[in-house]
């Protein structure tokens, strides 16, 4: 039952981050994407646009969590939660500009450099797993080294791009940019928001109807789920650039054959992981979660 509850004040923790990211994020990282694809030639110019209107929203919005973080914790599970929620701001601070970063490394197709910069991602994250499980830290911690991990990993990337893609452009090029930013990021901030509710209210509204402990079986599960479906998303991110450029040059007939070839390996994948999931999903839990988390695998 602890281990359930630390797990469900950090799964609580990082759902209210990633509800503030409807706010912070404002589809900056999409629509970054997306220019940069159709102007690979002033691709500095859109990398600076995107990470001036990404601030633009993610500051502001960093600000208010780290203000309502002691009240939100203690209306959803009481004082408990409230170390767990100091770490909402710098999670959502971190997170905005590593997921920004990661985006227009695929609108450049520069798929190797975000291979090396998921994999130090992840070594610095279970650096971080080994030192709050070797000093027997909560929730708090392990939060704390996710938050470092993300923030180091995203400086080095937009130190990066930024060094890789100098330019001399003028003020009024720079406005330009940054105007156009903003109108592609609307539609796409209204469109994930309602993907972001869906995929994170529900955590939040198991821990307030119910308690971390509940939440954290619940969310043991999704987490499973959410794995499951990183190949289908790593499509999305292989075709958007050559749909951008196909539709650029008004190539039709390449954009119905992009789209066919998508909509195709993500049925098969869909039957497919289903099968798998429900086969193997709750042994596997089971083996990486060990007995303390049956319930999720019942979940499954």
């Known amino acids: 039952c602890i281990r359930d509850r630390e797990t469900g004040h950090y799964v609580l923790a990082m759902a209210a981050a990633t509800s503030f990211l409807i706010a912070g994020k404002f589809g900056v990282q999409a629509a970054s994407s997306r220019l940069v694809s159709e102007h690979e030639t002033e691709a500095g110019l859109w990398i600076r646009a995107g990470l001036w209107v990404r601030s633009l929203f993610t500051l502001p919005t960093a600000l208010v969590a780290l203000l309502a973080a002691p009240f939100l914790a203690r209306a959803i599970d009481g004082p408990a ?28 197709r520069a798929y190797p450099r975000l291979f090396v910069a998921r994999m130090i991602f992840l070594a610095l994250r279970l650096a971080a797993v080994f030192w709050v499980r070797e000093a027997a830290l909560g929730a708090a911690a392990f939060l704390a080294g996710h938050a470092a991990a993300q923030g180091l990993t ?30 592609v990021s609307l539609p796409l901030a209204l ?72 909509l195709r390996w993500s049925s098969i994948y869909a039957f497919g992981a289903t099968a798998l999931i429900l ?8 083996a990486l979660f060990q007995e303390d988390f049956a319930a999720a695998a019942d979940l499954l």
């Not at 400086?155 to 109108?183: M, Y």
């Open 191 to 262: 469109s994930s928001a309602s993907f972001l509710v869906y995929a994170q209210m529900d955590k939040l509204m198991v821990g307030w109807l119910r308690d971390a402990a509940v939440a954290g079986d619940f969310g043991v599960a999704r987490t499973v789920l959410d794995a499951a479906l990183f190949p289908t998303f790593a499509l999305g991110w292989s075709l958007r650039p050559e749909l951008v450029q196909a539709r650029a040059r008004g190539d039709a007939a390449q954009v119905r054959r992009h789209l066919a070839e998508g």
């Open 279 to 286: 086969v193997l999903g709750p042994p596997l839990l089971l």
């Open 154 to 183: 995203a400086l080095w990337l937009s130190g990066g791009l930024l060094r890789g893609h100098r330019g001399a452009f003028d003020a009024e090029a720079r406005r330009r940019a940054r105007r156009r930013t903003l109108e």
């Open 81 to 108: 939660l409230v170390p767990a929620f100091w770490w909402v701001a710098p999670v959502l601070l971190t997170a905005s500009y590593y997921e920004l970063s990661g985006e227009i490394l695929v609108g450049l």
